[in-house]
């Protein structure tokens, strides 16, 4: 290993996205808009709808032309079979999570991808998980403050 | 089990693929990848976890051999969305799942007790200490904390009180002050006071759900489970942002490098090594050695309100 300042010659790995949706449709869309706006386009985004009827399918509708996009239906419930199921419709060699309640910086894919190919040894990368605007109410306030999942140490710069 | 629902405390680069105890490095599924060849290895995600099933499968991808790197710089933004109660139906669930974790991943027949120990000296990214492991015919675990111990402290003051026991009473009187004066007095804001109060209150509650999912979870499980949260400090600017969150992040980059970054973590155990601010990664080795307590169950906890688990409207 060379370290990583020259990463060109190596074969891209194709990344597959696993959403795992249920009634929520407004966050669907949201999520899908910053997966449209990556530097690095996955291979493709797989909706695993747990549940919410149409209201998912129309959610996705409008990225069908700006993402590579999948909707399958996941009868069994629960999110552990959702995601499962994703996993066997992944078709990319790395598969990447994300809620539907999250929003994915741009980068998000680029970074999250690249040490993947630095160390043939490393089997899942993680990434740092930030605290949207908690709005006025106390609970938010207090789910801001003490039950974001934060993976990072307090204070570290990415 | 864990504990703190909250912060991991991860540094950027490869984690210790042991973990302390029953608390081991995991990924979130709310940002996490992994290599598909990987997955279909271990099996997936395990259908029985209620929660924790990005923890479980974590420690599957770790025992397989294979390594967890953590790059901060591939960032998610989380929304919250959350009524008290959703709140409190999400915390029991975590306590629910960690002790099918629990029991899952740590060898019978101990009894485990941690505390948290967020002092220099300890290299676990969680900040936990195993104070013991011993061995019981209860299999189970206990973590020391503020929060038990004024509940437990006032429970055996009142009964030392009702005994006769008077000196033994204020003892324990004194005790359960102290814990509580801990737990509630460390993220006390002198400039909001009643924000201070109404936040801790919330947080009271929260983890009441969050011990008891954890004991009734143990029960169904045949193991004695008591968990607990860690009590920290305010986090800086109340805010729970990271600094480099963006617009809005406010104050953080008003604090000195010094304060805001920990030693930089270079020179793994086997010769790899990361630099502190680029991330360039050079001559990865096998991993990093984190001197874990033996013995090495593993199981961990946490997982964040918000997430979309207990799906229910208006959670």
């Known amino acids: 290993m060379n370290g990583g300042s020259d990463p060109g010659s190596r074969p891209t790995a194709t990344a597959s996205v696993v959403v795992v949706t249920k009634d929520r449709p407004r966050e669907l869309a949201r999520l899908l808009g910053s997966l449209a706006r990556q530097t690095a386009r996955p291979h493709e ?45 992944a078709r990319g060699d790395l598969v990447l999570f994300i809620d539907d309640d999250c929003e994915a910086d741009p980068r998000w894919v680029e970074r999250l991808v690249r040490p993947f190919a630095r160390d043939p040894h490393i089997g899942a990368v993680g990434g740092e998980i930030l605290s949207g ?26 | 089990m864990i504990i703190d629902i909250t912060k991991s405390g991860y540094r950027k680069g490869y984690l210790p693929r042991e973990g302390v105890g029953v608390f081991h490095p995991f990924f979130a599924t709310a940002n996490a990848a992994f290599r598909r060849d990987a997955l279909l290895e271990v099996g997936g995600f395990d259908p029985r976890c209620a929660t924790g099933e990005d923890i479980d499968l974590s420690i599957r991808i770790a025992a397989s051999g294979r390594e967890l790197w953590f790059e901060p710089s591939a960032r998610v933004t989380h929304h919250h969305r959350s009524t008290l109660r959703g709140l409190l139906r999400q915390w029991f669930g975590y306590g629910l799942g960690h002790a099918y974790l629990f029991r899952k991943h740590s060898p019978r027949r101990r009894l485990e007790l941690y505390r948290y120990d967020l002092s220099a000296a300890n290299p676990s990214p969680f900040g936990i200490r195993r104070v013991a492991s011993l061995p019981s015919p209860v299999h189970g675990m206990v973590f020391l904390s503020s929060y038990h111990g004024m509940h437990a402290g006032a429970a055996l003051a009142a009964g030392a009180f009702l005994g006769g026991w008077t000196a033994a009473g204020w003892l324990l009187t004194a005790g359960a002050a102290a ?3 801990w737990y509630f007095g460390i993220r006390f804001d002198p400039r909001r006071p009643a924000r201070s109060v109404a936040l801790s209150g919330i947080r009271w509650i929260a983890d009441a759900a969050y011990v008891l999912g954890g004991l009734l979870g143990g029960l169904r499980e045949g193991v004695l489970y008591l968990e ?22 406010s104050d953080g980059s008003r604090r000195t490098a010094a304060a805001a970054r920990g030693p930089s973590r270079v020179g793994r155990a086997s010769g790899g090594s990361v630099t502190a601010s680029g991330g360039s990664v050079t001559a990865p080795g096998r991993r990093p050695s984190w001197p874990s307590p033996r013995g090495g169950i593993l199981a961990p906890l946490q997982g964040f309100a918000g997430r979309n688990r207990p799906r229910r409207p208006g959670v």
């Open chain 2, 179 to 181: 814990c509580a004066a």
């Open chain 1, 45 to 89: 985004v797989i909706v695993v709808d747990n549940g919410s009827g149409p209201a998912a399918a129309s959610a996705a509708a409008p990225f069908r032309d700006s993402l590579p996009l999948r909707l399958v239906t996941e009868t069994a419930p629960g999110i552990p079979a959702a995601r499962n199921r994703g996993i066997h419709e």
């Open chain 1, 133 to 158: 605007d908690p709005g006025r109410g106390l609970v938010e306030a207090f789910c801001a403050d003490e039950t974001l999942l934060r993976m990072g140490r307090d204070g570290d710069a990415p």
């Open chain 2, 228 to 249: 607990a949260t860690r009590t920290r400090r305010r986090p800086r600017q109340g805010s729970g942002r990271h600094p480099d969150a963006g617009p809005g992040a």
